[in-house]
Nanobody, 116 residues
Framework: QVQLVESGGGLVQAGGSLRLSCRTSGLTFTSYTMAWFRQTPGKEREVAAAIRWSGHVIRYADSVKGRFTISRDVAKNTVSLQMNSLKPEDTAVYYC?????????WGKGTLVTVSS
């Protein structure tokens, strides 16, 4: 059974930092492209950052470039998102995603709230 479990969300003041982690199980981690998406009420889910199993970072959303860093730990089957200089507009539910071909897996999400 494939599981993606996010952790690390919470409440932080603007300018602060948070580190999200996604622990995976049940999938061959080194075969998947991993990503962090985020979603706010009334908006579509958008990709914040994505990374290949090799460690090559595929992309960052323009809105997070220079502030967020995605990384993966193959030994621990985890993918992380370091978020610095957080802004109120970063407030969202953050979802971990793993994709291989046409197969998509999602975590349940973790809420990040940035107060002004």
């Amino acid at each position: 059974q494939v599981q993606l479990v996010e952790s690390g969300g919470g409440l932080v003041q603007a300018g602060g930092s948070l580190r999200l982690s996604c622990r995976t199980s049940g999938l061959t981690f080194t075969s998947y492209t991993m990503a962090w998406f985020r979603q706010t009420p009334g908006k579509e889910r958008e990709v914040a950052a994505a990374i290949r199993w090799s460690g090559h970072v595929i992309r960052y959303a323009d809105s997070v470039k220079g502030r967020f860093t995605i990384s993966r730990d193959v030994a621990k089957n985890t993918v992380s998102l370091q978020m610095n200089s957080l802004k109120p507009e970063d407030t969202a539910v953050y979802y971990c995603n793993g994709v291989l071909g046409g197969t998509n897996y999602w975590g349940k999400g973790t809420l990040v709230t940035v107060s002004s």
